[in-house]
């Protein structure tokens, strides 16, 4: 092999490792998000909000080892409820959630033939969530918050579970706002891993 190939030949074994170890992988579930920031006015009043969506999550692994991956997901929501102010005025309270975070995933569904029993993984993305609220006399609201965000979680399954191949993921999440508003937003998700 002269000195030339070489370069070649490592970037081939390389795309073809790449190539041969990635995979897809979804779950569905719900997300709980609590935002709170202050109001752009001359107030600058306090705003708390809180909201709960149906989750789908995509995710592709484009690195894996035996018991670890790399992934780029997409944890989507969209939710739709009832708003109630202090002032005991109701709304209709409509959220979308879009975040794209990048994970590292250890154990359990970390790859698809992943055979450990528990599993976690620890990301980081930028988050972007809007909700509005309509048909309330003294809360129609419409907003939007967008920021860097940070989550960790674990994964589990039951004998049921491992026998279909399903898992259960639960974690946490923060993201800093970067609007107007500065809304931090913390939140939790449980999925049923497919």
Sequence with gaps: MTL???PVALAF????QLAVSQSFMHSVGATISVLSGRTDDINHNPISLMQTNLSYFPRYNFVEYDNASVSVGL????GI???QNMYSDYGIAFAYDIPAVLDYNIGYKSTP???SRVGGYLGAGFGYYGITISKSTYSDYSGRSYGPMARAGFRFSTPKDRENGHGITIGLFYKKGLEKEKFNTYGCHVYLDL
Excluded: C, M, Q
């Excluded at 074994?13 to 073809?16: F, G, I, K």
């Excluded at 944890?75 to 969209?78: H, R, V």
């Design 81 to 83: 409820g009832i708003a």
């Design 113 to 115: 033939d992943n055979d």
């Design 13 to 16: 074994v390389l795309t073809h």
């Design 4 to 6: 030339k190939t070489l």
């Design 75 to 78: 944890p989507l929501g969209l």
